[in-house]
């Protein structure tokens, strides 16, 4: 039986852009829950602009609370150095290091053109693996863009270069806005392969806008992903991305996983139960379907 690693982004941008700002103690009880689901890889957090992304404005607070597990790595999304110093502060076990893959969304998303993310990332980048953190650079927008359109296979090559230089221990590749399609999958992370130093780490970042997310993980599988990024519930959506939605649902992608014989590691029934009990504390229809139709009936 192969296997793949899914990394729960549920805490972090499973909630960046709900209407709802949960309670810290909520965000906590879903770490938690990731963590007995089977989960050993969880972005809990983001140290951005409280002003900007106000959900996220508990970041310390939610660290402080999230269960300590051996072999359980928590991450935290970071923009600057302030975020790297914030990250650090808080006892992250990794950063993720975000670049826009276009000019417009990277201004809009924070503040810098991709060439100027791309020299942040690099600084970011080495500072935190002087601090002993493991590393990643995810390229957003890396199928497409809400305020550009198409993002050519040159301009993503141009920004993949800048980032190889890098230097992370796994770079990522977004969908941020739910474009892509399988055939676009398996040719982006060929793309990525061919750029990354050897040993580094191979990430999708999947989003269900236009229901290819669990077509499109399998396809990432099969490119040779590394990692999958998943959110329970399948809760998720950037605020400075216009009709943004949510990731692929973790249990959809265990489901399809288990019947698939890949392994995961996560247990689908936790994880259903734990999409349930999001929806409660959401207030809210959450889009995942196996949350909805149930596993395969016995």
């Not at 650090?88 to 000019?103: F, H, P, R, S």
């Not at 750029?195 to 806008?209: E, F, K, N, Q």
Request: hydrophobic share 45%.
């Amino acid at each position: 039986m192969s296997a793949v690693e899914i990394c729960e982004v549920a805490p972090r941008d499973g909630l960046q852009n709900e209407s709802v700002v949960l309670p810290t103690e909520v965000k906590t009880e879903l770490v938690a829950r990731a963590v007995a689901a089977g989960a050993r890889r969880i972005e809990a957090v983001s140290f951005v602009n409280p002003s900007r992304v106000p959900q996220m404005a508990d970041a310390e607070a939610v660290m402080a609370g999230v269960p300590r597990v051996d072999g359980v790595s928590y991450a935290g999304l970071v923009m600057n150095r302030r975020g790297l110093d914030r990250a650090l502060a808080a006892g992250v076990d990794e950063i993720n290091v975000v670049v826009v893959a276009t000019d417009t969304f990277c201004r809009r998303n924070q503040g810098t053109t991709t060439a100027q993310a791309c020299e942040a990332a690099r600084d970011l980048v080495a500072a935190g693996r002087e601090a002993g953190l493991v590393t990643t650079v995810t390229v957003g927008a890396a199928f497409g863009c809400p305020f550009e359109g198409e993002v050519s296979f040159d301009r993503l090559e141009e920004v993949l270069a800048r980032v190889a230089d890098a230097g992370a221990d796994e770079v990522a590749l977004a969908d941020t806005i739910g474009v892509a399609v399988p055939a676009d999958v398996t040719a982006r992370m060929a793309l990525l392969g061919a750029r990354v130093a050897p040993g580094t780490r191979t990430r999708l970042h999947l989003h269900d806008t236009r229901s290819t997310g669990v077509a499109n993980a399998l396809a990432g599988v099969a490119s040779g992903a590394d990692v999958l990024d998943a959110s329970i519930g399948g809760t998720g959506g950037c605020p400075f991305a216009p009709n943004a939605t949510g990731n692929v649902a973790t249990e959809d992608l265990v489901y399809t996983f288990d019947r698939s014989e890949i392994a995961t590691g996560l247990s689908l029934t936790a994880l259903i139960e734990s999409a349930q009990w999001l929806q409660e504390q959401i207030g809210r229809r959450l889009p995942s379907a196996l949350l909805h139709a149930g596993p395969f009936p016995a």
